[in-house]
């Protein structure tokens, strides 16, 4: 079972669809003994880090999200629910995130006055390590961005794939059975598609 977790922010429909393509044993949950009972957890995000990260706390899903990632199982996040994986982050104000990766999330302000924030379009993700989660991925792979912040300050062991807005992001990440990606799959197409169908074949 395929189990996203839903702390009621954001339309989480599109996600499941997509993972609907791939596999159909696909549930939407808030429920803590179904999290706790899942083959492969996602943790999407839209919005605000401390919005998000309020709202698991207040719902009493941190727990069961930390013993499931306990178990060794498949986890990703997707887009703030992969900023949610690090120690903190400082969009409005200074929020605590899971800690399930070392790192802290901070503003993007990148040096060309050209380049927009948020960042949001198509971009190419660059391998730097292999990684499951990037097979059968052509070499310009193009995914959907849309965020204001990013991973920093990270293990180098633990980024896979960057991107570059004014200087390269972390855009990939993976540390033994945990995995975060900063775009959207859901909304990349093809390449989108088969980042889920590889994260839903781990083991």
Partial sequence: M?????????????????????RPDVVRTDD?????????????????????????????????????????????GVCVGMQMLFESSSEQGVHTGLGLLKGHIKVLSPSDPTLKIPHMGWNVISPVKHSPLLTGLPEDARCY????????????????AVTDYG?????????????????????????????????????
Wanted: proline share 6%; with cysteine.
């Fill in 2 to 22: 395929i189990t996203i977790v839903d702390y009621g922010i954001g339309n989480l429909r599109s996600i499941e669809r997509a993972f609907q393509h791939v």
């Fill in 32 to 76: 803590p003994d179904l999290i706790r009972a899942a083959d492969h957890l996602v943790l999407p995000g839209v919005g605000a880090f401390g919005a998000c990260i309020q709202e698991i706390r207040q719902r009493g899903l941190e727990q069961p999200i930390l013993e499931t990632v306990a178990r060794q199982i498949p986890f990703i």
């Fill in 145 to 160: 961005f849309a965020h204001s912040f990013y991973a920093s300050d990270m293990a180098s062991d633990d980024v896979v």
């Fill in 167 to 203: 200087h390269p992001l972390p855009v990939v990440v993976a540390h033994d059975n945990i995995y975060g990606v900063q775009f959207h799959p859901e909304k990349s197409h093809d390449i989108g598609l088969q980042i889920l169908a590889n994260f839903a074949t781990l083991v």
